[in-house]
């Protein structure tokens, strides 16, 4: 083990301890203590009320279960609400571990940005330099990647055209990740390189391309020695092929395309047409540690969590942003957070942190392919970090306009 990796280890193990004993630096008051010549910011109580009423809300669009877990300066709350398991009955627990999607695009973009950072690849050369042939244009860089930047078809659009026969067909695939490129690459790219945002997953495929060709390990093995060890998070795993969900866990039903029809139970599958684009599994404890730890330094250099925090706009309500396998969404009352959110058949993630780590959500819904219930679930995001809202609508975003943070099913990415 190499000095650095003892001391991200040490670093590691002092967090979890800290956050295990609910000790995170406590004010008292909802103030956090400013950074040396930095304006002192007053933080909002979470809303615990609000943030059940947005689960319900997610229940009432059809989610047999939702969850969500926050902590900050006073600890930790968490809400459960119905079934984890629509079969037995078994109430939603939030212990439980589930399929987190996307938000492994910030794992896979860890494990990259720590390769940069041991001088093993830099973010503006071609892919093609480490990956020589695998795409058509040279002047895609691993930084379009990461940024979703690439031009690079998404080709799960033409796999989920049909959503349950899209998934039955992929349930027990095993596709290996020049497969899944080559599927991208029938179809034309969707932008030249770096001129627009256009979420792909083929970008995070060929994350996990790198990730492989530069360490000679298997992704799996690169989550585990870089981040799952090192912080400790003992209810994370990365199993592909294996389509089991291990220990306590939350089924997933997946919504059909037809209004009305039955929940397919979606829980066992490989996940191996997403990979290190979203096949990581994870629980709420394990999604506030990894964005805290991330957010406070623990995973990355200075310089290089300055990168990926560095964003773009992924719309034109200036409120969503994205940075290197990183969302930034400025919620109502002016706070940023950064994460990611995820879907995969059968569960909706979201998994945020405020840039200073002080504080964190992590909130899931047991369905999928139901833009409503994503929507919802989303509400949690606004509760817990803004609090309550006052009785009269007298904010600033009300008098000048300003849009609160925008539905979600109104992005074509969040199915
Ligand atoms: C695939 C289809 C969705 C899901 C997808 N998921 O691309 C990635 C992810 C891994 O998590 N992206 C999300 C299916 C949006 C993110 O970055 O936040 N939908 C479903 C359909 C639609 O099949 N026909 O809803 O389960």
């Known amino acids: 083990m190499t000095l650095y990796n003892r001391r991200r280890l040490a670093v590691g193990v002092t967090l979890i301890a800290a956050l295990a004993a609910g000790v995170l630096p406590a004010t008292g008051a909802h103030a956090a203590p400013a950074a040396p010549g930095a304006a002192r910011e007053t933080t ?7 943030v059940s009423a947005a689960l319900k809300a997610a229940m009432a669009q059809g989610a047999p279960g939702a969850m969500a877990r926050f902590i900050g300066p006073d600890g930790i709350e968490t809400r459960t609400l119905g079934v984890r398991d629509r079969e037995s009955g078994a109430a939603m627990d939030i212990r439980a571990r589930f399929r987190i ?3 492994s695009k910030t794992f896979s973009s860890v494990v990259l940005l720590q390769l940069v950072q041991e001088g093993k690849l830099e973010l503006d050369a071609p892919v093609n330099r480490y990956l020589p042939g695998l795409l058509p244009d040279d002047r895609i860089t691993v930084r379009h990647l990461l940024t979703h930047r690439s031009g690079l078809w998404d080709y799960t659009n033409a796999m989920f055209e049909h959503t349950v026969p899209g998934f039955e067909a992929v349930r027990n695939r095993v596709f ?3 497969e899944l490129v080559d599927l991208s690459l029938k179809e034309p790219r969707t932008t030249e390189p770096g001129v627009s945002y256009q979420y792909s997953n083929t970008n995070f495929v060929v994350v996990g391309m790198l990730i492989e060709k530069l360490t000679g390990k298997p992704v799996a093995t690169e989550y585990q020695r870089r981040i799952i060890e090192p912080l400790g998070l003992r209810n994370t795993s990365y199993v592909h ?3 089991q969900i291990t220990g306590l866990h939350v089924r997933g039903y997946l919504h ?3 209004a009305g029809g039955p929940l397919v139970d979606s829980t066992e599958q490989t996940v191996s047409w997403a990979q290190s ?3 990581v599994i994870s629980n709420p404890t394990d999604l506030n540690l990894f964005v805290i730890a991330l ?4 995973l990355l250099s200075p310089e290089m969590l300055e990168a990926m925090t560095t964003v773009t706009p992924t719309d034109t309500t200036n409120t969503r942003f994205y940075g290197l396998g990183l969302r930034r969404y400025n919620l109502s009352c002016g706070t940023q957070v950064y994460g990611h959110t995820g879907t995969v058949q059968g569960y909706y993630t979201y998994a945020f942190a405020t840039r200073d780590g002080r504080r964190s959500l992590s909130a899931m819904a047991n369905t999928s392919n139901k833009g409503s219930a994503n929507t919802a679930l989303g509400g949690t995001l606004e509760a817990a970090f803004c609090g309550k809202k006052p009785a009269a609508v007298t904010s600033s975003s009300a008098r000048t306009g300003t849009p609160v943070l925008p539905a979600e099913s109104d992005l074509a990415e969040n199915r």
Not at 44 to 50: K, L, N, S
Request: glycine share 16%; no cysteine.
């Open 241 to 243: 092929p294996d389509v």
């Open 256 to 258: 059909p395309d037809e």
């Open 101 to 103: 999607g996307s938000v």
């Open 44 to 50: 909002p109580a979470p809303d615990m009320e609000g």
């Open 176 to 178: 290996s990740h020049q």
């Open 295 to 298: 957010m406070r330094g623990k």
């Open 277 to 279: 684009a979203g096949a």
